[in-house]
């Protein structure tokens, strides 16, 4: 099998790869994650100019025809430079949820203004009780009239404070831990009824504690099917998890480049701490875990638009176990070697570290998805 990229894909990578050197040094990234809003309207617009917005929607949907790949792609740069633009709870979340379950005057309505970079969204599935378990929903929607009524707490929205548009799962029906009973609404930023707490993450990025008090939403809120949301929603954080794992591939290649440089000029008792060998087993162990991150981050992408949901659910948990392992190991080694200053806000290398931290954390971690996919497996 040929993986070599296409020429547009190899065109795709290097505009990127070119977008991340000239706009993402490391302070001026440091600038940007101190600003008000933690990433740059300039940037985002240059995002939809060049079509990165609408890179992995179909051209029915008003994007050019990509894929996971071509996201893979995208996020892999990005995380090389700790890009901090909301493309994650934008295009990936938001968008995909609309483009997989969103009816024709939704997708008009919301994500054709999104690829022309007008509106951005977040979506708000997480609660205090939920841990990783998606379908742990306990905010309410009620009928009201022809519409709903949406009260409750959603914790760690990416984005939440910049989105037009937040994707809020609530349970409509079914005990508080199943995956049938749950509907997913496009509610207002600004509705009537939402309150919101604002915070920085350890990361960089924005997330919010969302408190919803009998927000009204019309009949037309609905995305997808009322009490038939979980299919949806799982299929759509697997294909995000796919993009994490390519987001923390970049993160490894660039603290590893970064470790190798520090240990060919540090030196110590006269030499370059890179000539001890117990140092260069270690950066060999570090480039052998990243390769197989990339290699199972691939793999995840080829297979995320397969047609059996079982493949595709075990693609996403594989590849989410060895970015866990391989991050994990790359970040650690990374501080050891650079010493105590490994860990200091003024060096990229903690900041790497924290984001694949981060990344190892959300939408569940490495022992999490390992039990999925061994249930998934053992279910097959």
Known sequence: MDLSYSDEQKALQEGVERFVREKYVFDTRRKIAASER???????????ELGWLGMSFSEDDGGLGGGALETSILMEQFGKGLVLEPFLPTVVLGGGLLAAGGSAAQK???????????????????????????????????????????????????NAASADTIFVLARTSGGARDEKGLTLFAVDGKAKGLSR??????????????????????ADAVVGAVDGAFPLVEGTVDRAIVALCAEAVGCMDAINAATLEYIKTRKQFGVPIGKFQVLQHRMVDCFTNAQE????????????????????????????????????????????????????????????????????LMFGNQQHHLTRYSNLAMAA
């Open 293 to 360: 991150a990339r290699s199972m981050a691939l793999m995840a992408a080829l297979k995320i638009d397969d047609a059996d949901a079982t493949v595709r659910a075990k693609a996403a948990s594989g590849a989410k176990v060895q970015i866990g392992k391989s991050g994990k190991f790359c970040g650690q080694s990374a501080v050891q070697m650079h010493g105590g200053m490994g860990v200091t806000d003024e060096l990229s290398v903690s900041h790497y570290f924290k984001r694949l931290t981060m990344i190892d």
């Open 108 to 158: 008009q309505a919301l994500l054709a203004p999104m690829i022309e970079g007008k509106k951005q969204f977040a979506l708000a599935w997480l609660e205090r009780q939920s841990r990783y378990n998606l379908a742990d929903v306990s905010l309410k929607a009620t009928k009201e009239g022809a519409g709903w009524s949406l009260s409750g707490h959603k914790g760690v929205v990416y």
């Open 197 to 218: 707490r604002d915070y920085p993450t350890q990361d960089s990025l924005r997330a919010s504690e969302l408190t919803l008090d009998k927000v009204s939403v019309g």
């Open 38 to 48: 933690g990433w740059l309207p300039d940037n985002w617009a240059q995002f939809a």
